[in-house]
T-cell receptor
Framework: DGGITQSPKYLFRKEGQNVTLSCEQN?????MYWYRQDPGQGLRLIYY???????QKGDIAEGYSVSREKKESFPLTVTSAQKNPTAFYLC?????????FGEGSWLTVV | GENVEQHPSTLSVQEGDSAVIKCTYS??????FPWYKQELGKRPQLIID?????GEKKDQRIAVTLNKTAKHFSLHITETQPEDSAVYFC?????????????FGSGTRLQVQP
């Protein structure tokens, strides 16, 4: 778990603004994921990437975008098209078929 | 795609009692079933997992059972302690091929009364 770094921990977004959440790993793993968690609910998959320069939509990709230009980095952009972005965002990686999470980023719309 | 249902949504037990949380999954190809514990404001932490070639796995006070035929799996916590209070999530995925991403249940809030 210590090899996954998410930033910022807390972020406030104004209406109509794009924001980018950072996810970095130093464990040299290929597969990385972004999940969204709403208060009192489970985790839903936004995007995932199995390898550099390749990523796939998850179950709730609308209003989000990602890139995977480097193996260690998988940033998530929450665009203005995402109408209800307030949530807890978790980045994860797959290590030996086990998924571990970063500490998460709290995004609030103001 | 995969769908995971989890019950109950809340569970309150007395300290020392056992707690059981149940999950069902829809995709018969799923072969990996982890359980996560999430404390308030924290990330989910893996507590135990089971793969489809095993029917039961135990780690101290925690055990997980899997019934592939019925497509359900359960978490059992014995001798519960107040520090077991948290939200528990089950999940399912197809490992070794494809996206290998987890599909989560909706969570069970466990409260252990001292």
């Amino acid at each position: 778990d210590g090899g996954i770094t998410q930033s910022p921990k807390y972020l406030f977004r104004k209406e109509g603004q794009n924001v980018t959440l950072s996810c970095e790993q130093n464990l040299n793993h290929d597969a990385m994921y972004w999940y969204r968690q709403d208060p009192g609910q489970g985790l839903r998959l936004i995007y995932y990437s199995q390898i550099v320069n390749d990523f796939q939509k998850g179950d709730i990709a609308e209003g989000y975008s990602v890139s995977r230009e480097k193996k260690e980095s998988f940033p998530l952009t929450v665009t203005s098209a995402q109408k209800n972005p307030t949530a807890f965002y978790l980045c994860a990686l797959n290590s030996g078929n086990t998924i571990y999470f970063g500490e998460g980023s709290w995004l609030t719309v103001v | 795609g995969e769908n995971v249902e989890q019950h109950p949504s809340t569970l309150s037990v007395q300290e020392g009692d056992s707690a059981v949380i149940k999950c069902t999954y829809s995709d018969s190809a799923s072969n990996y079933f982890p359980w996560y514990k999430q404390e308030l404001g924290k990330r989910p932490q893996l507590i135990i997992d089971i793969r489809s070639n095993v029917g039961e796995k135990k780690d101290q006070r925690i055990a997980v059972t899997l019934n592939k035929t019925a497509k359900h799996f359960s978490l059992h916590i014995t001798e519960t302690q107040p520090e077991d209070s948290a939200v528990y999530f089950c999940a399912a995925s197809i490992q070794d091929t494809g996206r290998r991403a987890l599909t989560f249940g909706s969570g069970t809030r466990l409260q252990v009364q001292p």
